[in-house]
Structures are given as structure tokens and as C-alpha cells.
């Protein structure tokens, strides 16, 4: 089937501009997860759904990011005021209830110029 | 809080030759610990978790807890096996990852 999907897969935002990045899991993957990765680092967790309930934000690494999973299904990831900083990857991963393995979408890679 | 560390950036090895990639954590529980891989142009996906002891594509790794390690072996590299590594522990749902080792596969 379908693995988790990821769009843009690119992006490029100037200074300043907001942008939001979409992930689309795994049919009936309970549990989303956003992870950040920027060049030459691995993942860095930011934050974790459990269906439409946002169970962790403890990786959000400032008020401009915010996410949301609505439906409990898509989610969007929403940086607000895009600095230079936040150029990265970001991925998206989904699992099942109860089971350890996350599946992971190809990212989206943001520039900020 | 959780730590992993890959302390090897880049690994270059030959064909046939022995392969260990060096994983440390930090975690003041009992870790689940996993290796996750991402070949070019694919996404980061799963190789093995320390539970379920398997060997997948000939890798292997031992959870040792006093030297609180999980390296990776493999006997005798292929050239498929050029990745990117990644160490994690997982507490909390969310996974924590080392900074990952890029293994090159000489022929």
C-alpha cells in the first residue's frame, strides 16, 4: 500500500513568509510524529499525535511552529515567520497503535533565503 | 534526558571487509534501542531493534548495558550496504537519534 506521503517535497520561503507543510500517514496509523533534520544531523524529534490529540510539543523549538491533525489523519506542520534557522528537512513518520516500528515519509526540504 | 552518539561521521571500508558501526546512549531507564537506515533517494526506514535480536542483510547488534553500547556489525560488507546509518533510542513514543554515520562500501 500507500507509504507516508509528504508535499511540498521542496520549498523555498524568503525571510519572514509563513509557510505549512503536509503529511499524509499510513491508513490507520494512530500515532504522527514531526521530526526536524537539519544538514549533516540526524532527526530531531518536535512533536507527536496520537490521533487528533497532540500529546507531546516538547521539540517545538519555538512559538512560530505550530501542528495540527485536525481529523486525526493529514496533519500540517505550520512555521510562522520563517528565519534562516528553520532551513531543514522535515520529516514525518506514522505507526500503529502498540507497535514500535515508525514509518517514515520522504521530507520536505525547506530553504529560507 | 536520552543521548545517542555515533562518534564516527564518515566510515569507509572495503568489500568483504568487517564492518562495526559505533552507537553510545545515555537513558536513565530501560532503552529500546533501533538502527535505521536510508539508502540514496529513499526514505529512512527500519533495519533492526535491539529486542527482537534478528539479523537483517547479515547485521547484528548487542544491546551492552554496562558499556551502554549498540554497535552494528556485519562480517563481511556489500557494496549495497553504502548508507546512512542511524543510532536511536526510543522513550515516550518519540524516537532520539544519533547524528547518523555515512558508511561507504568500497569495491
Known amino acids: 500500500g500507500a507509504g507516508v506521503s509528504q508535499s511540498p517535497r521542496y520549498k523555498v520561503a524568503k525571510r519572514g513568509q509563513d509557510v505549512a507543510l503536509r503529511c499524509d500517514p499510513i491508513?490507520?496509523?494512530?500515532?504522527l510524529f514531526w521530526y526536524q533534520q537539519a544538514l549533516g544531523q540526524g532527526p530531531e524529534f518536535l512533536t507527536y499525535f496520537q490521533n487528533e490529540a497532540q500529546l507531546d510539543k516538547s521539540g517545538l523549538p519555538s512559538d512560530r511552529f505550530f501542528a495540527e491533525r485536525p481529523e486525526g489523519s493529514v496533519s500540517t506542520l505550520k512555521i510562522q515567520r520563517t528565519q534562516q534557522e528553520d532551513s531543514a528537512v522535515y520529516l514525518c513518520a506514522s505507526n500503529r497503535q502498540g507497535t514500535y516500528e515508525q514509518y517514515f515519509g520522504p521530507g520536505t526540504r525547506l530553504t529560507v533565503t | 534526558a536520552q543521548r545517542v552518539t555515533q562518534p564516527e561521521k564518515l566510515l569507509s571500508v572495503f568489500k568483504g571487509a568487517p564492518v562495526e558501526l559505533k552507537c553510545n546512549y545515555s537513558?536513565?531507564?530501560?532503552?529500546?534501542l533501533f538502527w535505521y537506515v536510508q539508502y540514496s533517494r529513499q526514505r529512512l526506514q527500519l533495519l533492526l531493534r535491539h529486542i527482537s535480536r534478528e539479523s537483517i542483510k547479515g547485521f547484528t547488534a548487542d544491546l551492552n548495558k554496562g558499556e551502554t553500547s549498540f554497535h552494528l556489525k556485519k562480517p563481511f560488507a556489500q557494496e549495497e550496504d553504502s548508507a546512512m546509518y542511524y543510532c536511536?533510542?526510543?522513550?515516550?513514543?518519540?524516537?532520539?537519534f544519533g547524528q547518523g554515520t555515512r558508511l561507504t562500501i568500497n569495491p
Open positions: 537513558y536513565s531507564g530501560s532503552p529500546e
Open positions: 491508513s490507520g496509523h494512530v500515532s
Open positions: 536511536a533510542s526510543q522513550g515516550a513514543q518519540k524516537l532520539v
